[in-house]
């Protein structure tokens, strides 16, 4: 069991930057792909960033391809996700999850290959 805690949330001008930060906690951390999700109101949840267990590879939604980056300190037991240049459609409750089912290089982007969830933080992007 993996328990997830994100931070760094908050309200930010268009143009702005975050960053978001997820605590890991029970076993661990480092045996594990991590992924960011968001979800705007009315709409799905949807991926946005993920990395593999070291860390070497990392893989965008189209939306934030070239904004944001994800990366991991395992040291530290946190995954982080750097957001600039940042729009109002970024607005959402972003999600940190850890993989623990299929295969990262195939299934990165699928909600349901993620057991671990975390609360959210919310992100407001004003225009």
């Known amino acids: 069991q993996v328990q997830l805690v994100e931070s760094g949330g908050g309200l930010v001008q268009a143009g702005g930057s975050l960053r978001l930060s997820c605590a890991a906690s029970?076993?661990?951390?480092?045996?594990?792909?991590m992924g960011w999700f968001r979800q705007a109101p009315g709409k799905e949840r949807e991926f946005v960033a993920a990395t593999n267990r070291v860390g070497s590879v990392s893989d965008y939604a189209d939306s934030v391809k070239g904004r944001f980056t994800i990366f991991r300190d395992d040291a530290e037991n946190t995954v982080y996700l750097e957001m600039n240049s940042l729009k109002h459609e970024d607005t959402a409750l972003y999600f940190c999850?850890?993989?623990?089912?299929?295969?990262?290089?195939?299934?990165?982007?699928?909600?349901?290959?993620?057991?671990?969830w975390g609360q959210g933080t919310q992100v407001t992007v004003s225009s």
């Open positions: 999850a850890a993989l623990n089912r299929g295969n990262y290089y195939k299934d990165y982007a699928r909600i349901s290959v993620y057991d671990y």
């Open positions: 029970g076993r661990a951390f480092t045996g594990y792909p």
